[in-house]
């Protein structure tokens, strides 16, 4: 009702160039003041940052200096990252909602109705920026169009404890999954076991499950993105493997974890290593007096990233791709456009990206030459991670598809079942039951 | 009086009620204790030696400041009171007349359309919240307290009517026949006589259908999304659980301050809440 | 429903001719129905309708769709983690109810005793039921975290565990917990409503079957628990719609984990619907609970009348 009133006075005011008496009588009649002092808004959502700092930089610095600089009024909303789909939903299903949202990997794909396209403003980073990796395009773009804005890749790499991994005799991360598994099976006699989610998480389960499955050689679709190939010899031996290096070597609390227990599980020393962004390191950094290990030494010095493991089939990782959707129901598309294209601007994205210290990998190769990659050597296998990622829905596209199986963690509960005593080959059949659900209908 | 010895009054009395109360009362304590403890205090681990969790010696309200000064707890406060209140004031005012007819008033239809609205009562919220955020949107309510105030009464009628009518049963046929010989109209009769000989049971449909909403959760979560405009429940549960910072201290201090306004209600009414709940039981 | 345009013909004849019309005992109650007919048929006749019209379509989120008809049930029937939440929301009906029941009675019959701070201690113990459920469901998972749960702390120092107890994180654990969560939450409700209906009975019916020489458990048994049942139906038949389309418990507590072991229709039909996006096919898995709510309260409802009328 008030939208409606204010849209007349709008179009009304509009009008007082051709028609002034018509406009001012429309305004004086309304009792509102008149357009052009309306300011234009833009409402962002993003996750809960896991790196606290750039939220702070967000709300304290590059929003108010954006709002000025752009004359509108912008609303930043953090929630908690496993609620920014079920807000997309309802925010699409109720028809309001914030103009621009976060949008994790290929979801893009389930939202592709309810965006407005933005390739004229993805274009143009990828044009001054040196072209967007390839593994952000086949997330943001779907041929056609873009569906979203690329934002930044935070990687996922396994934080492990320098100095209890040396006491078992390992001065550096172990090459393949055998050896990882051997070393994991000494750590947890000492009480210091490998923590690993396998819950409905969208950071860390899949950040793990799919690399898992993917470095045995197993495989969700054909790449003809239809045939469903999950059950696959190469897929039961990785199943084979995780069921026995979970109860070998993992903390088995981590069924029920979200992407923030092993954080507080590492920091608190229940646990030697476990796959997570630059987190972990990144609050030992901000409070280096809380954060001791037992031996009273800082716990940011026995600090180490690596990446997964290799398996018979090779080395990957798949990492969490955030992008900016702006959707269809927001009245304010060309003020988000524009708020899009400034935060983009070198100069104000280079501020959020330094204050992410090395957490989040920009989608461009022009940021891999960047001197923070340089600053801690503890960072700097991240800064790859948007390179080197693998999408999921391989060897398909990661299309609208692969996104529901990725948002139905198919993949990763075909792992959480076998570790809770099914038959590895029964989890595996599941898998492919509930994957040819997906890619036939 | 339980027969027998001293030993046998207390274990077969003294002692289950005692676990009764503590086990019912503990996740209290705890909540009230970790909002007031320090995060270095809160996350020691289980099996952590020289630990005592139950107790703190470094009380602080860090925790509190937090949910005032970073989220808007305040925000979310103000918005469930005036949504509970004024969905409550919606029921009470539909279940008061519809109790009325459905008990006193001779009418078809009389007995079906009391159980029509008892059958509503049974829809339960998690079976319409799909369809009702489409609805909610095509009245344009989205995201406005006011998809949760004209929706509560759904489930706070049915009940509200169903007390309602019991008390209103209760009072003798005699007293308004007496008011309408006085030349009283039924509907005067209605407001002035018979209403007010129910104020108990007004009373109390009220303050249970205010706890009521206060906690209700799915409707708030689907058809509210800015910060603003969330309710307690609602906000508590989406904003306080967050990236990798510890927020348990504050998530508790938000259940403890979220709890008190009901809390506070309820202990002015016991009486009338626990009449209230047992009279729907038994009419 | 029989509401039509009465308010505005009763507006219409104004001031005289209005109240007689209120005279008569049918346009009254018209009248005095109408806003709740309004409200409810708006609010729930109008979106249950909704509801089945959605689950027979192919809508997702920003898609209508078009008319599928039952292939969503289809599509559900055979989806194991459906079935899951199936089963679930039985067994944590069916054991809650049993537990609340048995705990509830026996604190009723505890507090049907005089004893000093009575009223304190009746006030007190509602407490659970009457706070928020997700606040004080925030609780109990604090209480239950893996790493910090002061449950652990206090069975470890008891000396009877010496391995974490994975609360949350262990399948049949995390169905207990919750379990044991809905109890604590209902007993109280029982207990209050129970002692209520205890309090009716006269004392002297059990003093006389004492002198004849009654026992307890047969004076509980054939005096008691008759004199009770019908304020434990109705109860119970609250009590069984609550649990069954519960939410907030389990969206809290678990999310529907770990690995679906804890979902309900409710849970999974928020996971499907909103957060999947699959707005037709969580319309259908809600929908499923209807028949057998319906059936659940039929049932019920039947026993209720025949108690009453015995």
């Not at chain 1, 997964?308 to 791709?321: D, I, R, S, T």
């Not at chain 3, 678990?254 to 979902?263: C, E, F, L, M, V």
Request: some cysteine.
């Amino acid at each position: 009702m008030a939208d409606t009133k204010r849209r007349s006075v709008i179009k009304l005011a509009g009008s007082a160039a051709a028609v002034a008496s018509t406009g001012m009588a429309g305004i004086l009649a309304s009792g509102r003041t008149p357009a052009y002092a309306q300011q234009k808004t833009v409402h962002w959502l993003r996750w809960v940052d896991f790196v606290p700092a750039s939220d702070a930089l967000l709300k304290k610095e590059l929003i108010p200096q954006a709002e000025k600089e752009l004359g509108m009024k912008i609303t930043l909303e953090t929630v908690n990252g496993n609620d920014l789909q079920p807000r997309t939903t309802a925010a699409i299903q109720s028809g309001t909602g914030p103009d621009i949202i976060m949008a994790f990997n290929n979801y893009t794909y389930i939202y592709q109705n309810s965006v407005v396209d933005v390739s004229d403003v993805a274009l143009e980073i990828d044009k001054n920026e040196g072209g967007i990796y390839k593994y952000c395009k086949s997330f943001c773009s779907d041929g056609k169009m873009y569906m979203s804005v690329p934002w930044v890749v935070p990687g996922g790499m396994v934080a492990y404890r320098k100095s209890w991994f040396a006491e078992e005799g390992a001065n550096k991360f172990p090459d393949t999954w055998d050896e990882y598994r051997a070393l994991g099976k000494k750590l947890k006699a000492k009480g210091r076991p490998i923590g690993q989610t396998l819950g409905h998480t969208f950071g860390d389960a899949p950040g793990f499950t799919y690399p898992l499955m993917w470095s045995f050689g197993g495989k969700e679709v054909e790449a003809d993105g239809k045939t469903v190939a999950i059950n696959s010899k190469e897929t039961l031996e990785s199943v084979k493997f995780m069921t026995a290096f979970w109860k070998e070597a993992h903390d088995e609390g981590g069924l029920a974890w979200d992407d923030t227990n092993n954080n507080r599980a590492f920091l608190s020393g229940t646990i030697s290593s476990t796959l997570n962004g630059a987190s972990i390191y990144i609050e030992t950094l901000r409070k280096p007096d809380q954060y001791k290990t037992e031996k009273g030494t800082p716990m940011k010095d026995d600090i180490l990233h690596s990446p997964l493991p290799k398996g018979p089939a090779g080395q990957f990782g798949f990492h969490l791709m955030q992008s900016d959707m702006l959707m269809k129901y927001s009245k304010n598309q060309d003020a988000a456009k524009q708020f899009l294209r400034w935060i983009h601007a070198e100069k104000n994205y280079e501020k959020w990206f330094v204050s992410q210290k090395g957490y989040g990998t920009p989608c461009t190769a022009k940021w891999e030459s960047h001197p923070i990659w340089n600053a801690d050597p503890v960072l700097a296998p991240f800064k790859v991670a948007a390179r080197l990622g693998q999408a999921p829905g391989y060897a398909g596209l990661p299309n609208g598809k692969a996104a529901e199986a990725l948002s139905k963690y198919i993949v990763t509960d075909m792992y959480a079942k076998a570790v809770q005593g099914m038959a590895p080959e029964d989890s595996v059949k599941w898998a492919e039951s509930e994957l040819k659900k997906i890619y036939s209908a | 009086m339980i027969e027998g010895s001293l030993l046998r009054r207390w274990t077969f009395y003294y002692i289950p009620l005692i676990v009764f109360v503590l086990v019912l009362l503990f996740p209290f304590y705890w909540m009230v204790i970790t909002s007031f403890r320090p995060d270095g205090e809160l996350y020691r681990p289980w099996n952590a030696p020289n630990y005592n969790p139950f107790w703190t010696s470094f009380p602080t309200i860090e925790h509190f400041t937090y949910l005032f000064e970073e989220t808007d707890f305040g925000q979310w406060m103000m918005n469930t009171m005036f949504i509970a209140t004024t969905a409550t004031l919606i029921s009470l005012f539909c279940g008061v007349l519809a109790g009325y007819a459905l008990a006193r008033l001779n009418f078809p239809w009389a007995g079906s359309l009391g159980t029509v609205i008892f059958i509503t009562y049974l829809v339960p919220q998690t079976l319409l919240f799909i369809p009702l955020a489409e609805i909610i949107r095509d009245f344009k309510l989205g995201d406005t307290p006011w998809s949760l105030i004209l929706t509560y009464p759904t489930f706070l009628i049915p009940f509200c009517t169903w007390l309602m009518m019991g008390y209103f049963k209760a009072i003798p046929k005699e007293l308004e026949e007496c008011a309408r010989i006085d030349g009283a109209s039924r509907w005067k009769a209605m407001v002035y006589i018979i209403i007010p000989c129910a104020v108990p049971g007004i009373l109390s449909a009220g303050i249970i259908a205010f706890t009521l909403s206060w906690n209700e959760f799915i409707y708030a979560l689907v058809f509210l999304s800015s910060p603003e405009q969330k309710t307690v429940p609602v906000g508590v549960t989406s904003e306080l659980i967050r990236g990798d910072v510890f927020f348990w201290g504050s998530l508790m201090a938000g259940a403890l301050l979220g709890s008190v306004p009901v809390a506070i209600v309820y202990s002015f009414f016991v009486e009338h809440y626990v009449s209230g709940l047992t009279g729907s039981v038994k009419g | 429903m029989t509401v039509t345009a009465v308010p505005g013909v009763a507006e219409a004849r104004r001031p005289v001719p209005r109240l007689r019309a209120l005279e008569d005992e049918r346009w009254l109650a018209m009248v005095l129905l109408a806003p709740t007919a309004i409200l409810l048929g708006l609010f729930i006749a109008y979106p249950f309708a909704e509801g089945v019209y959605l689950a027979l379509s192919s809508a997702v989120v920003g898609d209508p769709g078009h008319f599928v008809g039952l292939k969503n049930f289809y599509k559900i029937w055979n989806d194991s983690i459906f079935r899951t939440a199936v089963w679930n929301t039985f067994w944590y009906t069916g054991v809650t109810t049993v537990f609340k029941l048995a705990l509830g009675l026996w604190l009723a019959m505890l507090l049907n005793r005089h004893f000093k701070g009575k009223a304190l201690v009746r006030a007190f113990i509602l407490l659970p039921f009457i706070i928020p459920t997700v606040l004080s469901t925030f609780a109990w998972k604090w209480m239950f975290d893996p790493t910090f749960s002061v449950i652990n702390w206090t069975l470890f120092h008891l000396g009877f565990i010496t391995q974490r107890i994975n609360w949350l994180g262990d399948p049949d654990l995390a169905m207990t917990s919750i379990i044991v969560v809905n109890i604590w939450r209902g007993v109280p409700f029982f207990a209050i409503s129970l002692l209520a209906g205890l309090q009716t009975i006269s004392p002297e019916l059990n003093e006389a079957a004492a002198i004849d020489g009654a026992r307890p458990w047969n004076r509980f048994w054939y005096i008691t628990w008759p004199l009770l049942l019908p304020v434990t139906m109705v109860v119970m038949l609250f009590s069984v719609i609550q649990t069954f389309a519960d939410f907030q418990l389990v969206y809290v507590m678990t999310g529907g984990g770990p690995a679906n072991a804890t979902h309900l229709f409710a849970t999974y039909a928020y996971q499907i619907g909103i957060g999947t996006g699959l707005l037709s096919q969580g319309a259908a898995i809600s929908l499923a609970m209807f028949p057998f709510l319906f059936l659940i309260v039929v049932v019920q409802l039947l026993y209720i009348r025949r108690v009453e009328t015995r």
